[in-house]
């Protein structure tokens, strides 16, 4: 009996101490204290570690291709958007293979939530930089350090008007709880949760203590819904990384302008006039 | 038969589509079978583009070569096609008098009559009507069909003078042409509808509820055409930023249970093919329409080709079931739409349907198409138990699908994984579900749609052929036969898994040439793969234009 055993149980191919664990833990919690109904629950993911995600817990799963969670979870929303439609996606994964499909689901507002394990580094493959990796990280193939500036997801978003735009980190799960069930309640269309995850294997800079010592929690007087001040919290990265709920928009989502979508979900229209 | 070709040819953004549309309507309505295809480059203004209407009192298949009548909206129209006007063939020039044509200054005379030149096209319309004989009541209904609820009464009244006076410039030319005669006592055949329209409404009657694509020519037409109908058929309909993103989401849709389809060309579908495998492994229903044209790269592309064949055949690594289909008329484009969304949805396994420019944009009259909406049976199990399994092992190797949302977790990986759908590394059950998945063909080879023959049945020469190159091989049949030939047509409308019963026909055969629209021959190729033909001749054409009738009987002589 699937739906009477818990969340996750299963033999687990992470590395001990890995990031991931509590972003595992802390999304079983969250589902358990809101109750969902895991039958309702769809978790989609590329390909990664943040990707294998899905099979270790007991929900519907579509793990499909690498850097394309974000298209395929926007036609399983659009084909039932009764489902919740959860992906877990790792920085490699959402913001480098799948990056543009990342900028225009910004901007198209389907209503899924994104959860990214962002761990500034290609674990799968074995240490390589990701697009979120810092200015001089040395890896076997940017040997002379990483080049090119950091991908910065948040201010992508808030540039783009996303309707919900967070950032956790896994290191603080009653901070992650909190965030993840923010974004899951969020009602308006896309929901980015960007999660800092310490990679404990390849990635020895960007450790637990790194993150500790710079994690800041938002001020409880900032206003999500004021842009600018999103935005310049997004921009604030180095001695000091914000954590806590960025920014909030309020305009409609793909789903409620949809005119195949008014009478109910597609596939419901299917099931009325077919087989 | 009498058989009567209009071109009407001009520069982009003159209004040789809108035009060409009108007199097709207009020659249905008079009972006329019409045939048309459309020339242009690729470019919004300028350059030249034509649309051939061909006419004959029985059905056509094919375009021809020689133009009877040539509308030039150009000077240079003039120069470049006037060498291929057929004896006795006439020119209309809307311009200056000048030798050899007839001259109507249509821009002019719509000035005059109206104050504007948007209605020269309607001048010209009127003259073509009057010149072929016919009466012009026909023409001045499709006026009204089309301006009326749009555009009020007066400007239907300004159509129909300029219309008139079309005809009555060109009354002293009376009798030089000899057009079909109009079908006094037939029943028209008032519908009328060109390969892309056909593919749009076969997939919206089977009950497609979601598309993706990015636009791309010549198959962006299905993709305009499903956006128009959505709402009549409850149609969500998004334009993907990528093709990377269409056949993903297509596939996210399937997986939720909606019958979902791309519509894509040959580079597009380049970007779809790791999609395409994502199909073969999840075993989900993506249907994709390809419209070929000639690559490689960008190729040319706005002309036909069939070259993308093999390409399909082979697109997505790894091993997988896959159906591909090949329709040759806008009638079997409607009908297949349908039958590929079937066996998608029978096997669960990817299917495409390949098109090109030729039948995109063929447009022919018929009697109506039943485009009522009539979902197909998408094979949907509704009450799985708790502990289903979506990749349960079976005999036929399609395993029992439920949705989620339903009373049990559907997992799904494009790992291999185990008959519950997780990511395994177990190799006896890699090999137990590859076997599975492949297992599928048997059903799938057995349902494979037999060729269709056309042509006496004791004929031992045979033209075997694909997808768009039907109506031409079926004309050319005719041609050669009517001269005593002996030849029969062998068309494959599904080209793979390839019907066994092909081989039939293909072995009492003495002479066989596989015509097809690409330099290497690829169909003849799987054909002797499969072991169906040991000898076979090729017939090529890889220009860019669509074969002819006439132009395969000629080079067959």
């Known amino acids: 009996m699937t739906l009477g055993k818990p969340f996750f149980d299963m033999d687990i191919a992470w590395c001990p101490g890995c990031g991931d664990y509590s972003i595992l833990r802390t999304l079983g919690k969250i589902l358990d204290e809101m109750q969902l109904d895991r039958r309702k629950l769809v978790l989609v993911s590329g390909i990664g570690q943040a990707a294998k995600l899905p099979h270790y817990t007991r929900a519907n799963v579509f793990n499909g291709l690498h850097g394309r969670a974000l298209p395929a979870a926007v036609g399983i929303k659009l084909a039932n958007h009764e489902l919740e439609v959860v992906i877990t996606s790792g920085d490699g994964d959402m913001y480098g293979e799948g990056g543009n499909h990342f900028i225009q689901n910004l901007r198209r507002n389907v209503g899924i939530k994104v959860f990214v394990h962002n761990n500034q580094v290609y674990g799968l493959t074995k240490g390589q930089a990701s697009p979120t990796s810092d200015l001089g990280f040395v890896t076997p193939v940017q040997t002379e350090g990483v080049v090119s500036p950091p991908f910065n997801p948040l201010a992508i978003a808030v540039a783009e008007d996303c309707s919900f735009v967070a950032r956790s980190f896994a290191g603080d799960p009653a901070h992650l709880g909190r965030m993840m069930r923010a974004a899951l309640e969020h009602r308006g269309g896309f929901a980015l949760l960007d999660i800092l995850q310490p990679c404990v294997t390849f990635n020895k800079v960007n450790t637990y203590q790194w993150y500790r010592e710079r994690v800041r929690p938002i001020d409880d007087s900032h206003d999500p819904s004021d842009r600018a001040k999103a935005f310049a919290l997004a921009l604030t990265w180095g001695d000091e990384i914000p954590i806590g709920l960025i920014y909030r928009s309020t305009r409609p989502s793909f789903e409620s302008q949809q005119c195949a979508l008014r009478e109910g979900t597609l596939v419901g229209r299917h099931e009325v006039t077919g087989a | ?557």
Not at chain 2, 188 to 211: D, H, M, P, R
Not at chain 2, 446 to 467: F, I, M, N, S, T
Request: a negative charge; proline letters at 5%.
């Open chain 2, 1 to 557: 038969m009498v058989d009567f070709n209009l071109r009407i040819a001009g520069a982009a953004g003159q209004g040789v589509e809108t035009m060409g549309e009108l007199l097709t309507d207009t020659f249905a309505h008079l009972g006329l079978h019409v045939f048309t295809t459309q020339t242009y480059m690729s470019r919004i203004r300028g350059g030249l583009n034509w649309f051939d209407i061909r006419i004959a009192d029985r059905e056509l298949f094919s375009g021809r070569e020689q133009t009877d009548l040539l509308v030039a909206l150009r000077p240079e129209a003039v120069e470049l096609l006037g060498k291929e006007l057929a004896e006795g063939g006439r020119i209309l020039f809307g311009g200056d008098a000048r030798e050899g044509v007839i001259a109507i200054d249509f821009e002019g005379v719509a000035k005059e009559l109206t104050g504007a030149t948007v209605m020269a096209n309607t001048v010209a319309a009127g003259a073509v009507v009057a010149l072929l004989g016919y009466e012009l009541a026909p023409l001045f209904a499709r006026l009204e069909a089309i301006f009326l609820g749009k555009k009020g009464r007066e400007v239907v009244e300004a159509n129909v003078r300029c219309a008139q006076r079309g005809a009555e410039l060109v009354a002293p030319h009376a009798g030089q042409l000899r057009a079909p005669e109009a079908g006094v006592g037939r029943p028209a055949l008032q519908f009328t509808i060109s390969g892309n329209e056909a593919i749009a409404y076969g997939l919206a009657a089977a009950g497609v509820k979601f598309v993706s694509a990015y636009p791309m020519t010549p198959s962006t037409g299905i993709f305009t055409m499903l956006a128009r109908i959505h709402e009549e058929y409850g149609i969500l309909v998004e334009q993907a930023e990528d093709e990377i993103a269409a056949i993903n989401m297509a596939i996210g849709a399937t997986y939720a249970g909606v019958p979902a389809v791309c519509t894509t060309s040959g580079g597009g579908f380049a970007l779809m093919v790791e999609g395409v495998s994502l199909a073969g492994m999840l075993e989900l229903p993506a249907v994709i329409v390809l419209g070929q044209r000639p690559g490689p790269a960008t190729g040319l592309p706005t002309r036909t080709a069939q070259q993308d064949l093999r390409f399909a055949l082979h697109a997505g690594h790894g091993e997988f079931p896959k159906a591909l289909y090949a329709p040759g008329t806008p009638q079997q484009a409607f009908a297949l739409a349908r039958v590929a969304l079937e066996t998608a949805h029978k096997y669960q396994t990817p299917v495409i349907m390949l098109s090109d420019q030729f039948l995109a944009d063929m447009r022919k009259n018929m009697a109506a198409l039943d485009t009522t909406l009539r979902p197909i049976d998408r094979h949907i199990i509704t009450d799985p138990s708790e502990d289903y399994l979506r990749y349960a092992v079976t005999e036929s190797g399609v395993s029992p699908r439920a949705l989620p949302g339903g009373p049990a977790l559907v997992v799904m990986d494009s790992d291999e994984h185990t008959e519950d759908g997780h990511i395994t590394e177990d190799l006896s059950a890699r090999v137990r579900l590859q076997d599975k998945r492949s297992r599928k063909y048997d059903g799938m080879r057995a349902e494979a749609l037999p060729p269709e023959r056309y042509g006496p049945e004791d004929a031992k020469e045979l033209l075997v052929c694909w997808g768009s190159t039907y109506g031409p091989c079926r004309e050319a049949v005719d041609r050669l036969n009517s001269r005593g030939r002996g030849i029969a047509m062998l068309h494959f409308s599904q080209v793979w898994p390839i019907s066994a019963q092909g081989g039939d026909g293909l072995r009492r055969a003495t002479r066989v040439t596989c015509v097809e629209g690409n330099q290497t021959g690829q169909f003849a190729g799987m054909l002797k793969e499969a072991g169906l033909v040991r000898e076979c001749a090729l017939m090529t054409k890889y220009d860019g234009l669509p074969f002819t009738g006439e132009e395969i009987a000629r080079r067959l002589a």
